[in-house]
């Protein structure tokens, strides 16, 4: 921890420098001695953990321990209002740090303490907007998990502040910072891949359980934890310890399949296509499977129209399927041009399946003939429970931790997550309702039968 008490005055003074040119700041990987040459390179960054879950355990901390040493930055407190987790979280970094580490029972008292510069947030998925807000401002900058929000309210308040604060916020859709995702999309911005016509996105499992709990649901009581607290700007309900833990089952704390899993890979033809949300969605299915009292379907199939929002005559369609049985757990992401396909599971743009020169020629047209070859320095893109340390997730960490030093935006920044919410929450509307969801520019608002869309 530092004896300075502000220093972070002297990181927004270095901030200043190298937007005026007086510091020149490498835009991906820096070096120890890259530091060295920065002002307040010295000083230490001090994290808290906004929520000791699983992500936070199995994810974001082996992933802080690879670059932590090298960065200059420490964990010296973790907020969390279930006492077990609070103290498990404290004692787990100490154990990490070698170091005593402060457990807060809730973010006011963590942000009251004026001990920290920076937080993870890997908290429900509700609650990531608001806790961002939090963060931002109490001064702090932030690693947020996705989903980004779960309703426009919460991401229109959450961009306003997150603007507004100037903080460093990176979203947790870690494709962002994948060398074989970043050569994907140079290569279809290059124009090279011909225009995009279709998208097929699908993350299957066959995890009996997921998302259940029911060890740690058999451990929870009512009286180690702030319900109230847990319920954030949600409607009063009784306290049900499944919703607490196994909250990825029900609405309105987590939208289930499109936020846990499309989220991410809904959020790379946004950043592939610099398209800020769909045009339309329409969605289908339900609880096939697992008849637990869930209240999320454990089937989804979505569909959605994208294109330039002022021009119907052109798009494409990307499809999203989901299930939670039969599934091997290899996301597929495959782009189709009508040259060949750009497949994101054997990181390979190849012309499979794409119109042949002779077929070209017979018809007037210009080929988009594509040769085949591999996207550089390809990394697969886990899809496990507990995703460990993995390389997408570690380098994502580590632009974060990067981008604080360096004030330069991060990977992902707020609006990947403002967009990925909007697709998330125009899919949550279509499956609740059995309409079409649209979305109103003026408003920003998701629509459907001409009403807004309310939880």
């Not at 700007?233 to 899993?261: H, I, M, T, V």
């Not at 569909?303 to 599934?327: C, H, I, K």
């Not at 290899?330 to 077929?359: D, M």
């Not at 403002?418 to 979305?439: D, E, P, Q, R, V």
């Amino acid at each position: 921890m530092l004896n300075e008490p502000n220093p972070r005055r002297l990181f927004l003074k270095q901030a200043a420098l190298v937007s005026a040119g007086a510091l020149v700041a490498p835009k991906l990987a820096w070096s120890a001695s890259s530091y060295k040459r920065i002002m307040g390179a010295n000083d230490r960054v001090r994290v808290g953990v906004v929520g000791f879950s699983d992500r936070h355990r199995n994810s974001h901390m082996p992933s802080f321990l690879n670059h932590y040493k090298e960065l200059n930055f420490d964990v010296v407190g973790v907020s969390d209002i279930w006492s077990k987790r609070r103290l498990e979280g404290a004692a787990l970094w100490k154990e990490k740090l070698g170091h005593d580490v402060a457990a807060y029972r809730n973010n006011d008292e963590l942000y009251a303490s004026k001990s920290v510069d920076a937080v993870f947030i890997g908290t429900a998925d509700f609650q990531h907007a608001l806790h961002a807000i939090e963060a931002v401002q109490a001064g702090c900058d932030a690693y947020v998990e996705k989903p980004f929000a779960e309703t426009m309210a919460d991401n229109r308040a959450a961009l306003k502040a997150i603007k507004g604060a100037k903080q460093i916020v990176q979203i947790g859709s870690q494709r962002r910072s994948g060398d074989n995702y970043i050569a994907a999309e140079q290569f279809i911005k290059s124009g090279k891949f011909g225009p995009i016509k279709m998208v097929e996105l699908t993350w299957n499992v066959n995890q009996p359980g997921r998302w259940r709990r029911p060890e740690l649901v058999a451990q929870l009581r009512e009286a180690d934890v702030d319900w109230k607290r847990y319920l954030m700007n949600r409607p009063a309900e009784a306290y049900d310890p499944r919703k607490y833990l196994e909250y990825r089952l029900f609405w309105p704390y987590s939208s289930g399949l499109p936020g846990q899993w499309m989220s991410h890979q809904i959020d790379t033809v946004h950043w592939f296509t610099g398209l800020p949300h769909p045009r339309s969605v329409v969605a289908n299915g339900g609880i096939y499977m697992w008849k637990d009292g869930r209240r999320n379907w454990d089937t989804l199939t979505a569909v959605f129209d994208y294109g330039p929002l002022d021009n119907p005559a052109e798009g494409f369609q990307v499809t999203f399927g989901s299930r939670m049985d039969n599934g091997d757990e290899n996301p597929a992401e495959i782009y189709y041009a009508n040259g060949g396909e750009l497949n994101l599971i054997t990181n390979k743009v190849s012309p499979k399946g794409g119109l042949t020169k002779q077929h070209a020629d017979a018809m007037h047209l210009a080929p988009n003939l594509l040769t085949e070859f591999s996207l550089a320095n390809t990394a697969a893109a886990v899809a496990s429970a507990n995703t460990g340390g993995d390389v997408l997730t570690s380098n994502h960490v580590r632009n974060w931790m990067e981008c604080v030093r360096s004030r330069q935006q991060p990977h992902a920044p707020v609006e990947a997550g403002y967009s990925h919410s909007i697709a998330n929450i125009m899919t949550t509307a279509a499956a609740h309702t059995g309409l079409k969801a649209t979305f109103d520019e003026k408003t920003q608002e998701v629509m459907v039968g001409g009403k807004v869309f309310k939880y």
